[in-house]
């Protein structure tokens, strides 16, 4: 099978996670190319049979500069539209058997999509394009009223060719069951569930003395659970070492990360509505308990009472359940354990490749 990898994503788990299924692929047999912009990483040319890079800079926005925001709404997102429809004539020309197509950083479901004749499988990362149709992310309070208006405006011209663009899919494959159910109600069309694994040869149990208590992982915006996650630690009665890594202040490369997981006893996983959680996955792997909130995919990866806990979002509640995990260090051995045993029996990347080329030749019969 010959079948082109498309993205438009920035450095982190969704575009490490489309690469690691071309890595799949490509080492059961398969020809795999890459079609990007802007900066390769390292490991992505190691991973492609052949990689085609376009240029395409967009202007950076800070607020406050109503020209470039215009500008980014209008004729930037034009040339993305004209560019994706190059980049849809070269695939073409190449003769593949299917696309794969991951999310767009500037536009969830991208523009190549309407111009594709051949089979394409939309990943779908995110349930649906949050900035559309999670009210939270859309602050009215203090705005002046026509930039309610325009704001009101551009969300609804980016609502319909999300929808256009996710019409002309021929396959939806979703990143978990709870992506699935959601993008169901935002977009009408059902999809098939293929989860992203873990690099279980790499992310492994090392230290039998943990000196981090808590772990944290994330940024400061509300939907990763950072406020929530204060809000935790001010309940506890015990005064846990915490480690907090937010991707604003420092981001970590692979090593240190592994090193950071394997030092953990328990990660906290707040976020709103997460679609599926790596790194939930990724500390389980090296040993550690996580306690998450009962929402988005957390049920799904997290198993209750043995690997972990899955709660509602109560910061007391949490509290007292980290408190006496805390203090039951027999519980907590068991508990890092039989996570990491899960993760390693469950959630392999060569399980979930072998699920997604099963899949893709399924549907290409």
Same mark, same amino acid.
Request: proline share 2%; charged share 35%.
């Given at each position: 099978m010959r079948i082109a990898f498309y993205h438009q994503l920035h450095k982190g /788990? *969704?575009?490490? /996670?489309?690469? #690691?299924?071309?890595?799949q692929l490509k080492m059961r047999g398969h020809e795999v190319d890459l079609y990007t912009i802007g900066k390769l990483q390292e490991e992505e040319k190691k991973i492609y049979s052949n990689i085609f890079l376009y240029k395409f800079k967009p202007k950076k926005w800070k /607020?406050?500069? $109503?020209k470039t925001r215009l500008y980014k709404d209008s004729i930037e997102l034009f040339r993305l539209y004209l560019l994706d429809k190059k980049i849809a004539a070269d695939i073409e020309k190449r003769k593949y058997n299917a696309a794969y197509i991951a999310a767009s950083f500037f536009i969830e %479901?991208?523009?190549v999509l309407q111009f594709l004749k051949l089979p394409t499988f939309f990943y779908c990362n995110d349930p649906y394009y949050r900035i559309i149709y999670e009210p939270d992310l859309f602050k009215r309070d203090g705005l002046e009223w026509y930039k309610v208006k325009y704001e009101g405006v551009n969300r609804f011209v980016r609502k319909y060719l999300d929808k256009w663009n996710i019409s002309k899919a021929s396959y939806i494959i979703s990143i978990s069951s709870f992506c699935e159910r959601e993008f169901y109600r *935002?977009? /009408?069309? !059902?999809g098939d569930v293929v989860y992203y694994g873990v690099d279980t040869k790499?992310?492994?149990p090392r230290y039998t003395d943990k000196n981090i208590d808590l772990l944290f992982i994330g940024s400061y915006d509300f939907l990763d659970g950072y406020p929530f996650f204060e809000e935790v630690i001010k309940n506890m009665k015990s005064k846990p070492k915490t480690r907090i890594i937010i991707f604003e202040n420092e981001w970590l490369n692979d090593k240190q990360l592994l090193d950071v997981y394997q030092r953990t006893k328990v990660l906290v996983a707040p976020a709103y509505r997460e679609p599926l959680g790596l790194v939930p996955l990724e500390a389980m792997a090296c040993g550690a308990a996580v306690i998450a909130v009962n929402e988005g995919a957390h049920p799904e990866t997290v198993i209750n009472n043995k690997t972990g806990y899955v709660l509602k979002r109560d910061p007391k509640l949490f509290a007292r359940n980290l408190d006496e995990l805390l203090n039951n260090p027999d519980t907590l051995r068991k508990m890092g354990k039989n996570a990491s045993i899960y993760?390693? +029996?469950? $959630? %392999? $990347? @060569? !399980?979930?490749g072998? #699920?997604? @080329? +099963?899949?893709?030749l399924g549907k290409l019969k």
């Open positions: /788990g *969704a575009r490490r /996670g489309t690469n #690691e299924f071309a890595r /607020g406050h500069d $109503w %479901s991208p523009f *935002a977009y /009408g069309r !059902k790499f992310f492994v993760v390693q +029996d469950n $959630w %392999s $990347w @060569e !399980k979930r072998k #699920e997604l @080329e +099963d899949f893709i």
